[in-house]
């Protein structure tokens, strides 16, 4: 069974940084995308990062600013995000994606909230 569960949200300051983590289990890598999305209050859910074993994707709002990593030994993904602005306030969301079955399994989500 996979799952997977998010941490590391919290308050930053605008141009802060935080890293968000997403620790997986029952997933191999070479055949899963794991990706973060966000969710503000009132808006639709956008693509933030994926990762997979040959590819690596940005939404347009974080390029430069964001980063997607991966630990294969912890099987966590880390979402390191700098630069921090206020629409960056969101709930982060971690999910595993099955290259062959296309099976998404979703996290809870981590708040993150950029203010002064």
């Known amino acids: 069974q996979v799952q997977v569960v998010e941490s590391g949200g919290g308050l930053v300051q605008p141009g802060g940084s935080l890293r968000l983590a997403c620790e997986t289990s029952?997933?191999?890598?070479?055949?899963?995308?794991v990706g973060w999305y966000r969710q503000a209050p009132g808006k639709r859910r956008e693509l933030v990062a994926t990762l997979s074993s040959t590819n690596i994707n940005y939404g347009d709002a974080v390029k430069g600013r964001f980063t997607i990593s991966r630990d294969a030994a912890k099987n966590t993904v880390y979402l390191q995000m700098n630069m921090l602005k206020p629409e960056d306030t969101a709930v982060y969301y971690c999910?595993?994606?099955?290259?062959?079955?296309?099976?998404?399994?979703w996290g809870q989500g981590t708040q993150v909230t950029v203010s002064s």
């Open positions: 999910n595993a994606q099955n290259t062959f079955t296309t099976r998404i399994s």
């Open positions: 029952g997933i191999i890598f070479s055949i899963y995308t």
